[in-house]
Structures are given as C-alpha cells and as structure tokens.
C-alpha cells in the first residue's frame, strides 16, 4: 500500500505539472486529503467521551457538584470558596486505551494540581505541581508510593516536558495505556513511558481538582478509543 501511495503521488504531481494553476491547486489538495487519510492506517478511532454539553457519562465525587460546569462546550472545574478537592469519573471503565484531551488551566503555579487518574489499583497522570515535591511535575506518574521508594518513581518522570508546554494555553494531552506500559504525550512530543505490572485492573478515568488550591482546570475534546 505504501509503494501504491507513492507512485499515486508521482503520477499526480506529473498530472499537476501539465494543468493550469487553478486545476493543479485542487488536484494537490484533493492529494493531500487522499494521503492523510491513509497516513496512519493503525492510528486507532477516537470517540468523544464528553459531550460537550454536560455531564452525561460521568459522576461526580463528593457529592454534591460545586467545582463542575460546562460551558460552550468546554468542561470548566474551579475552586469553591472552601478549597475542597473534587474528581470527576467516567461511568464506565476501562483498561486498555489511547486517551486525548485538551487542557489549560489558570492559577499561580504552585496551585496547579491537577491529573487524570486511571487503572485499578489506581494512579495519575500529573499536570501540575506536586504537594509532595514542591516541583512542577507535569506528564509524570504519580504512583502515591506502592512498591517505590517515591510517589514519582524515577522511569515514570517526563522528559523534556517543558520544551512543548504552551503555557497559558491550551495543551493536547495523549495518554496511552497497553497492557503494562503507559506513555504520555504532550502537543505531539512524548515525554513519559513508564512500565509496571501493578497496575493491570481496569477502571473509570478521573478528572482531579486538588483541595487546597485555588485554580480553574478546564477541558475539551476528550476523545478516547479502547484498544
């Protein structure tokens, strides 16, 4: 398929070279299209898993919802004036999946401490800082300690994370969990890949507001597909 895509493309930019600048603009952009389309055949289908619109599909803990709210067609969560923490969790759970989210947030720096939590037993994805460490730890594994010496076990800290980090704006967050490897990308870059056994139950993903904080997360285009 690959040799039938490239001799597609040489045969067409030929074609393009023979036509009036008009025609030959609509046949490379119908080209590009045709390519992109098939450029990554085992890329895997993504679904959104937040409508949008509210909260349909996921539950929120404790109860009752003061942290939560959707508007034009973002999910926003932002701190009460009591600074109580919140999670916010799929219905339905999972075990095996590409996750991808936007994410911008607001605050001091030392305030931002938030993550999406997922397998059973439970751990984090961190965007943030860390209570523990006073350090910005985002992209990390967050493992609160089980069977390591650390909260942040050392293979499951982010490389370089910085470097691809828009802050103040929005950030696209890709999360794959297979089998006992998890990777992490942020705005196209990995940065994290951290192996484990312990980690093998599925569960619902969480959507974290640290108490403590003064902050406002908000997300969107939470697509998801289970592999």
Do not use: C
């Not at 030959?24 to 949008?52: C, D, M, Q, V």
């Not at 709210?69 to 701190?79: D, K």
């Not at 705005?187 to 951290?194: A, I, P, R, S, V």
């Not at 599925?202 to 289970?226: C, S, T, W, Y």
């Amino acid at each position: 398929p690959a040799r039938d895509a490239g001799r597609f493309h040489d045969s067409s930019m030929k074609s393009a070279a023979s036509l009036p600048p008009r025609a030959a603009f609509i046949l490379l952009a119908t080209l590009g299209l045709a390519l992109r389309g098939s450029a990554a055949p085992n890329e895997p289908a993504l679904k959104p898993i937040f409508n949008g619109r509210d909260l349909a599909g996921w539950t929120v803990a404790p109860a009752p919802n003061v942290h939560w709210r959707v508007e034009n067609g973002v999910l926003i969560g932002e701190s009460d004036e009591k600074r109580t923490g919140s999670m916010l969790w799929t219905e339905k759970s999972y075990k095996d999946f590409v996750l991808e989210l936007d994410v911008r947030w607001h605050g001091a720096k030392e305030d931002i401490d938030s993550g999406v939590t997922l397998r059973k037993p439970s751990f984090q994805v961190q965007m943030g800082t860390s209570r523990s460490l006073q350090r910005d730890m985002t992209g990390s594994m967050l493992t609160d300690g089980v069977g390591h010496p650390t909260r942040y076990p050392e293979a499951g800290r982010a490389k370089d994370w910085e470097k691809y980090f828009k802050v103040g704006g929005w950030n696209t967050f890709r999360i794959e969990a297979r089998g006992h490897t998890f990777k992490v990308w942020i705005n196209g870059h990995q940065t994290t890949e951290y192996t484990d056994s312990k980690w093998a139950g599925a569960a619902p993903l969480g959507l974290q507001f640290h108490d403590a904080v003064k902050m406002k997360l908000e997300f969107r285009n939470i697509r998801l597909a289970e592999l």
